[in-house]
């Protein structure tokens, strides 16, 4: 078959293929040009879930009457002029590939005006080319899409039903909304609006926007966190706490200089911060917007724009994991506490989780730092349960724990001087108050200033332990043990390459590997305490992920296994019973430790109850 020219037509269509996914791929980049022509308002206009009408009407900038034509052909666009714009693009769109792509599987009409004009231009696409006629139109742009796919039934056949076409558009919304919250968002469908958005003024108005569109489970259960690296990185957002995980990964919306991405660098960076803090099978939500320099990143991947590149992926992945982790590690009880208000003393702001405080919202398509949103309430936490003989807790921890009270002496009465639990005179009550009673000799019940905690203390020990004895691991260094017989591993070439490049930081891990062969190395040192463990399979997944990701985390992770099982095993027990000074010992080092929500294996260590709660059980004031 000879070689010769496609059609205009046809390499239109075959480029919607990448293009036009769906009925929401046409909503997402006709958004996006709004949203790149400084749109504080877009309205969005839906019949049978896309297929039939899709319109999208802002109040941008707006074309001029001569450029309006041009906007449908293919690779037309006033967002780059030379090779050099490539290296720093700060538009959501670029490659002047959408409105033509769209145009071919469509019947397309554009109607423009610009603010100093007194008339508009409406262009109407066909595949003869387009047609331009002047018309009347508020500033700003609206673009109409009717009858998607019509001329390519092989790619409408394979749309699902209306209802889940206009489910995908809702999603598309929704992550637009997200990322540009100083806009205001309106959807229609089938003349029935389903989204009605407001811009944001205010941190107020965040928390709606947040509520609105991923649910007040997200809201109450978020924790601010902003971070700025002296190298030029920008992280901000909310994560969930560890016990508001779904069972699915519907809420993860992270954005990179305000364009919504799908990154595996960037996810594999925050499961990595909560991978010790997650039951089983579950996900964390979050709404995460890292800022960089242009330069750094190429978004320049793929036709749909949602792949990026960072020139360097093992900066970016460290400092998002090490931000997150920062803000997990502070969600303490004593910082998730609300604070009684008391007559004549003000009640301090509790909205973020860090001591940065939280940041504005984002502005705009091109913003780099996302809003914070308030914790809101005390989290509730699900139920668990435990405990071991109190000589062994004092044995771990001393005699003197930090804010345990004093014991009583052997008269039964209280020394002059001892710290008064709830009820007695005088005294702070801390934010996990003070033990009233051991419950089935697994549950410690303890009143707080707002109401009632009941603490698992198997769980809530075991968490003190752990980050007791990774923080001894991490300050004392690798303890590394010399191999009787060197354990041989089989690598692949650029694995072997890798571990020249890496031999100083394996063996900061406490590997020391040598090659011994083309595809062959040996390891003759480890860490002490993985003595036991396959180190074959650790050196290649430690090399996989220093390749990918430049993280040290297999390895760590084998080494906090092990710290986390000693922890479980050095944990108090069920049916062990506790003194109350015993009890609230442990309540004031719960209150200390990072993480301390959840044990060593994600499950709750405690569940508050509000006085609003245990009214509401004896619907007291109804």
């Known amino acids: 078959m000879p070689i010769r020219q496609l059609p205009e037509q046809l390499a239109n269509q075959i480029a919607a293929g990448e293009v036009v996914e769906r009925p929401a791929s046409v909503v997402k980049e006709l958004v996006e040009n709004a949203l790149d022509a400084g749109a504080d308002r877009i309205h969005i206009e839906v019949e049978r879930g896309g297929t039939r009408l899709l319109r999208v009407r802002d109040n941008g900038v707006g074309m001029d009457p001569e450029d ?10 006033s967002k780059i002029a030379d090779p050099g714009d490539l290296v720093r693009i700060a538009t959501l769109g670029f490659r002047g590939e959408a409105l033509p792509s769209i145009a071919s599987v469509s019947r397309l009409s554009l109607t423009t005006r610009r603010t100093e004009h007194d008339e508009g231009v409406k262009v109407i696409g066909g595949e003869g080319g387009s047609e331009a006629k002047p018309a009347a139109h508020p500033a700003g742009t609206t673009v109409e899409v009717r009858d998607l796919f019509h001329n390519t039934p092989a790619r409408r056949k394979f749309l699902r039903t209306e209802k889940t076409e206009f489910g995908h558009i809702l999603d598309a919304v929704r992550r637009a909304a997200l990322g540009a919250m100083d806009v205001a968002f309106t959807l229609v469908h089938n003349e029935r609006t389903h989204l009605q958005l407001p811009a944001v003024e205010s941190w107020d108005d965040a928390e709606r926007r947040v509520g609105r569109l ?4 997200f809201a109450d259960n978020a924790l601010h966190l902003r971070q700025d690296s002296e190298d030029g990185l920008r ?3 909310w994560v969930v706490r560890p016990t508001a995980a779904r ?21 594999h960076a925050v499961a990595e911060a909560y991978r010790d803090v997650l039951f089983n099978n579950r996900f964390p939500g979050y709404v995460l917007f890292l800022g960089l320099d242009s330069a750094e990143v190429d978004v320049n991947v793929h036709p749909t724009k949602h792949e990026v590149r960072f020139s360097e992926g093992r900066r970016v992945h460290a400092f998002v994991r090490h931000t997150v982790e920062q803000a997990l590690g502070a969600d303490t009880p004593a910082a998730a506490a609300p604070v009684p208000a008391r007559e004549g003393v003000a009640v301090p702001d509790q909205k973020s989780a860090t001591e940065n405080g939280p940041s504005p919202p984002p502005s705009g398509p091109s913003a ?9 309430s005390w989290a509730k936490q699900g139920n668990l349960g435990l405990r071991e003989a109190p000589a062994a807790y004092e044995a771990l921890y001393g005699a003197a724990w930090e804010g345990r009270p004093a014991a009583p002496p052997a008269d039964g009465h209280a020394p002059a001087g001892a710290e008064p639990i709830k009820g007695e005179a005088g005294g702070e009550v801390p934010p996990l108050g003070h033990a009233l009673a051991q419950v089935h000799g697994a549950f410690i019940l303890a009143q707080t200033p707002t109401g009632v905690v009941l603490v698992d203390q198997h769980a809530a020990h075991e968490r003190i332990t752990y980050e007791r004895l990774k923080r001894t691991f991490h300050e004392g260094g690798v303890e590394r043990q010399a191999l009787l017989v060197p354990v041989p591993v089989a690598l692949s070439e650029r694995q072997l390459v890798l571990l020249e490049e890496e031999a100083d930081t394996l063996v900061r891990l406490g590997l020391r590997v040598e090659a011994s062969g083309p595809r062959n190395a040996a390891v003759r040192e480890a860490p002490a305490m993985l003595v036991e463990a396959d180190l074959a399979a650790l050196v290649g997944r430690a ?3 220093l390749d990918q990701y430049g993280s040290q985390r297999p390895v760590t992770e084998a080494v906090h296994e092990v710290l986390a099982e000693m922890g479980c095993h050095g944990s108090v027990r069920v049916n062990r019973h506790l003194s109350r000074e015993e009890m609230d010992g442990l309540l004031r080092q719960l209150e200390a430790t990072e993480r301390a929500g959840q044990c060593n294996h994600g499950r709750p260590t405690y569940v508050a109850l509000s006085m609003a709660d245990l009214d ?3 619907l007291r004031g109804q």
């Open 368 to 376: 780099s730092n996302g809003g914070g949103i308030a914790p809101g």
């Open 68 to 77: 309006a034509p041009r906007a449908l052909a293919p690779h037309a666009t």
């Open 616 to 618: 509401g059980f004896f």
């Open 543 to 545: 090399l996989d992920a």
């Open 214 to 217: 991923l649910g007040e489970g």
């Open 247 to 267: 069972g699915q990964r519907d809420q993860q919306f992270f954005f990179v200089n305000g364009r919504a991405v799908r990154d595996r660098l960037l996810s």
């Open 235 to 237: 992280l901000s957002g």
